[in-house]
């Protein structure tokens, strides 16, 4: 399983995505790609999430280290943070270390490390309105969702919303909020600094992945982010 992850990782059709990825982001900031992913690597991922023990999910929390606390108003989904242990953690992470260094390479970022983490929003769970990043603040330079849920109809909620606070709203449409239904293989990508966003309450159980490329910060050899 793993070697013919391993092809499909540097096929011609991821090597198209990561395009289309890089284009979307240059031009407007933002990259909405339904039914994207691999097959095969959501396939294992989707395997993975739903085997997991339920207490190898935490309740997710909103800052970091020290300023890490828990707040009901904000979010209420739980999270499980993904390392290389398992062969869909590993697959995961040489998909998303490919996709670092094709955006490197075509946009100059400087992205340095990867982290990620599975989501599982049950029923009535949601995250409300926030950034995950804010300028000079932070070294999250690209946010990655991924969806997990197969047949996911409109009834079932748990919409992602961005926000694009760049784009002009009009009496007809509001070009400025966009709606993403989390359905399988679905690929987000967006700038962390510059797209506020919300997930809506979902009706049934939620998977996704959310992950942020980061920049290196490290100053006196310490390394930003910690290993």
């Known amino acids: 399983m793993l070697l013919t992850l391993l092809h499909t990782i540097h096929s011609g059709d991821t090597t198209s995505l990561f395009e289309s990825i890089t284009n979307d982001i240059m031009d407007k900031g933002y990259s909405i790609r339904p039914y994207a992913l691999p097959e095969n690597l959501a396939q294992l991922l989707l395997q993975h ?22 707040n009901d108003f904000v ?23 490919s996709l670092r260094v094709f955006l490197n390479k075509r946009l100059f970022l400087g992205l340095f490390s990867f982290e990620s983490h599975f989501a599982h929003y049950a029923k009535g769970d949601f995250y409300k309105k926030h950034k995950d990043a804010f300028k000079g603040e932070d070294n ?22 961005i926000y694009d606070n760049q784009a002009e709203a009009s009496t007809i449409i509001d070009n400025s909020v966009i709606k993403v239904t989390p359905n399988f293989g679905t690929i987000v990508v967006f700038l962390s600094e510059d797209f506020p966003h919300e997930v809506l309450p979902a009706n049934r159980d939620r998977y996704s992945i959310a992950g942020w ?3 290196n910060n490290s100053i006196a050899n310490n390394i930003d982010p910690p290993s």
């Not at 997991?52 to 280290?65: L, Q, T, V, Y």
């Open 75 to 97: 979010r209420t989904d739980e999270i499980c943070w993904i390392t290389g242990n398992s062969e869909a953690g590993s697959a995961w992470i040489k998909w998303t270390e």
């Open 140 to 161: 999250r330079m690209l946010s990655v969702v991924v969806y997990l849920n197969q047949f996911w109809s409109p009834d079932d909620g748990g919409e992602l919303v």
């Open 49 to 70: 999430v739903t085997v997991m023990s339920d207490e190898n999910f935490k309740r997710a929390g909103i800052g970091r280290a020290q300023d890490h606390t828990v």
């Open 213 to 215: 490329f980061r920049l």
